[in-house]
């Protein structure tokens, strides 16, 4: 039933998808909200959650392929299964936002090597290869153990690399002090291990297998690790809030106070830190609630929904604050706009891509065999 | 008593302002026939009498020197015979002038045919202080053309780089539209081009309401000469639609000799262009000044443009 109700999201959230995806690719940029001040908006927050949640589950299948925790056993395949399908979800997000998408190709052929974002279509699609590559491995039942590790250790490195220069491709820019610090790049393969680990715990939980005496062990361990890195983002967050603050760089200052008490507030305090860490850090430390697959799988998707408001708290105030003063209004016209809320458009999209990867997650769980749905049975029968 | 010394005074005032009037217009009527009469003789005439009024009450005038646009126009035929490494374009913007008519902002939108959303060069407006101590202040801020541009590095495909004259271009047909460099500037100079038309786009879509719509609609989509190429908007997918763009200073019309147009249309001589390699230059003489600065000079980007304050 709960499989059904998926499939049913996923189709849904992916026909909604279709006029996003028709109108830009049919009709251009000019219904999206993000302009030339605003430049960056939901798109790029979106790809930086997808990318994040790719390379968090990359990391997650390493506790089975890598570091082979027994715990964890067989848990491995969904994990690299759910980087494979979050990644193209990242990379179509962020291609939706240039526009001349026809071009991406010269990012290839002609890259400027100095560039984060050159770098980070490079490492992304190589990691992509890993991913893929990694998936072949392991759906083959005679490949050497070494052979995977050396694979893995790779992919490894590589996802916490990708994740972190994500980091360091804001962090660059010293014109928006708020995203200016060296913490930046640091906390960002955190935050993925932390997206990581909240889907391998919805999955496990929605999905996990009912004749592995395993699971509520798995599900238990996941969510200890999920409160541990909710904790640690929370001081990230802290620790990046309150230096900025006292420091008083007006631009900085100007940029958290648009997060937490601008036209963002909403989404700092109700999804980020409201839905996304304080409701799921109390449900997961109840007492027996990891007995209750339903509610954990639903909080590890609250845990998700509260680290994609994050993305998106890091990306829009900081780009909400005119680099000079007067700017706002100084001259006038359609995208030269300070305010920013994603248009139906840029929802459209990224609703689409949600329903894209759950579609296509659900459908590898049915159809691929190594994924080993011949054992797996809906936690709620 | 007091009403007919009231009127009695009105009327003497009045009088006196219609004897001033009737004077005033005599003069000015044997003026225009001055000037009818020998042209030459009565400006040069009317010349000497704003020099000598502007020197009485101790202001300056162009009067009798070379105007600092003819100045720049020598200069600038003196630079762009020199090759390209010898010469440093700088911009200068005297703010004491500035009235804020934002002429050059709009003489560069119809030199460069920017589109509804595209600036080069807006004019910001700042109001400081507590009345009666108030101040208004206006400041034209194009791109800073910046020796250690932030926005060149972070660019993917090296489509924006700095040119032989050390302005920074945009490479409209390698852009990719990722507006990083949107993001890396630390002066908002950079804005994406969304593929609007003023016309299709800006004003009321019923027919008739606007006499010579049609023409206007060619002109708009007609080519502009950026870079010293003609780029139309007649395709909807063609650069520089989807484009990051900014100020170029003109690189056009300097390589004919011509000075950026936000220079030649600022009405109060407040925009000053030139090669700062020239020692002998407008501008040379003017960043020499001790009350020049430069906007964010912090940040380490060197900016070529400089302000008087």
Redesign the interface.
């Not at chain 1, 100095?114 to 050159?118: G, H, I, K, P």
């Not at chain 1, 660059?172 to 928006?176: G, I, K, L, P, Y």
């Not at chain 1, 005119?322 to 700017?327: C, I, R, S």
């Given at each position: 039933m709960l499989k059904k109700i998926l499939y049913g999201f996923g189709a849904v959230a992916l026909l909604l998808g279709l006029y996003g995806f028709y109108n830009r690719l049919f009709i251009?940029?000019?219904d999206?909200n993000y302009?030339?001040?605003v430049?960056?908006g939901l798109w790029v927050a979106m790809y930086l959650f997808f990318a994040g949640l790719s390379s968090g589950s990359y990391m997650v299948a390493t506790l089975d392929y890598l570091f082979e925790v027994p715990l964890f056993k067989g848990t491995g395949k969904y994990a690299l299964w759910a980087a494979m399908v979050t990644l193209p979800a990242a990379l179509v997000s962020i291609g939706m936002?240039?526009?001349?998408?026809e071009?991406?190709w010269?990012?290839y052929l002609?890259?400027?090597p100095?560039?984060?974002?050159?770098q980070m279509?490079w490492g992304y699609t190589l990691f992509s290869i890993v991913i893929l590559h990694s998936l072949w491995l392991v759906s083959q039942a005679n490949t050497p153990k070494p052979i995977i590790k050396g694979l893995m250790v790779v992919g490894f490195v590589m996802a916490i690399f990708v994740s972190g220069g994500v980091g360091a491709l804001?962090g660059?820019?010293?014109?928006?002090a708020v995203w200016h610090v060296g913490l930046l790049p640091a906390q960002f393969p955190i935050f993925s291990l932390a997206t990581g680990v909240a889907l391998m715990l919805t999955i496990l939980s929605f999905f996990g297998t009912t004749d592995d005496t395993r699971r509520l062990r798995q599900v238990r361990v996941l969510s200890i690790a999920t409160v541990v890195l909710l904790l640690v983002k929370t001081y990230f967050l802290w620790a990046d809030l309150s230096m900025s603050l006292y420091s008083g760089v007006p631009q900085n200052v100007d940029a958290i106070n648009e997060m937490l008490y601008g036209q963002y507030w909403w989404a700092f305090w109700i999804l980020q830190v409201g839905l996304g860490t304080i409701l799921p850090m109390v449900v997961l430390v109840l007492p027996g609630m990891y007995k209750k697959p339903l509610w954990i799988g639903a909080t590890g998707i609250l845990v998700l929904i509260g680290f994609a408001a994050a993305r998106a708290n890091i990306v829009f105030p900081a780009?909400a604050i005119?680099?000079?003063?007067?700017?706002a209004?100084?001259?006038t016209?359609?995208?030269?706009d300070f305010e920013y809320f994603p248009s139906l458009m840029e929802w459209s999209v990224t609703i689409g891509l949600v329903g894209a990867a759950t579609l296509a997650f659900l459908l590898g769980l049915d159809f691929l065999p190594f994924l080993g749905t011949q054992k797996q049975t809906e936690v709620t029968k | 008593m007091t009403d007919s010394g009231e009127v009695r005074d009105v009327t003497r005032r009045n009088f006196l302002r219609g004897l001033a009037g009737a004077a005033g217009a005599t003069i000015a009527i044997a003026a225009l026939e001055d000037l009818a009469a020998n042209p030459d003789k009565a400006l040069a005439s009317y010349e000497a009498q704003i020099a000598l009024a502007a020197k009485q009450a101790g202001l300056s005038t162009t009067t009798g020197q070379l105007d600092i646009l003819e100045r720049m126009h020598q200069e600038l035929a003196r630079a762009i015979v020199k090759p390209a490494s010898d010469r440093r374009w700088v911009m200068v913007i005297d703010l004491r002038k500035c009235v804020g008519c934002h002429a050059c902002t709009i003489a560069c939108v119809a030199e460069n045919k920017l589109p509804p959303g595209v600036v080069y060069r807006p004019v910001l407006e700042e109001e400081t202080g507590d009345f009666p101590n108030v101040k208004r202040q206006f400041i034209p801020r194009p791109c800073m053309q910046c020796d250690n541009p932030p926005c060149v590095p972070v660019c993917p495909v090296e489509a924006t780089y700095k040119n032989e004259d050390g302005v920074v271009v945009v490479d409209y047909e390698q852009c990719i539209g990722c507006r990083a460099c949107l993001a890396a500037c630390p002066y908002g100079a950079r804005t994406s081009d969304f593929g609007y038309t003023y016309i299709e786009d800006t004003i009321p879509k019923s027919e008739g309401l606007i006499v010579g719509r049609e023409a206007a609609d060619d002109y708009e989509r007609a080519a502009n000469y950026e870079y010293g190429k003609a780029w139309s908007r007649e395709d909807e997918d063609k650069s520089p639609r989807g484009n990051a763009r900014k100020c170029h200073f003109c690189l056009h019309r300097v390589k004919v000799g011509e000075l950026p147009a936000c220079v030649t249309t600022c009405i109060g001589r407040a925009t000053m262009f030139g090669d700062a390699k020239d020692s002998d230059s407008l501008v040379s003489e003017m960043i020499a000044q001790p009350n020049v600065m430069r906007l964010k000079e912090e940040m380490g980007t060197e900016p070529r443009v400089y302000y008087l304050v």
């Open positions: 251009g940029e000019r999206v302009g030339s001040y430049n960056w936002d240039l526009g001349h998408m071009r991406i010269k990012v002609q890259p400027n100095s560039s984060l974002l050159a279509v804001l660059v820019n010293a014109s928006r780009l005119p680099e000079l003063e007067g700017l209004t100084a001259f016209g359609p995208h030269l | -």
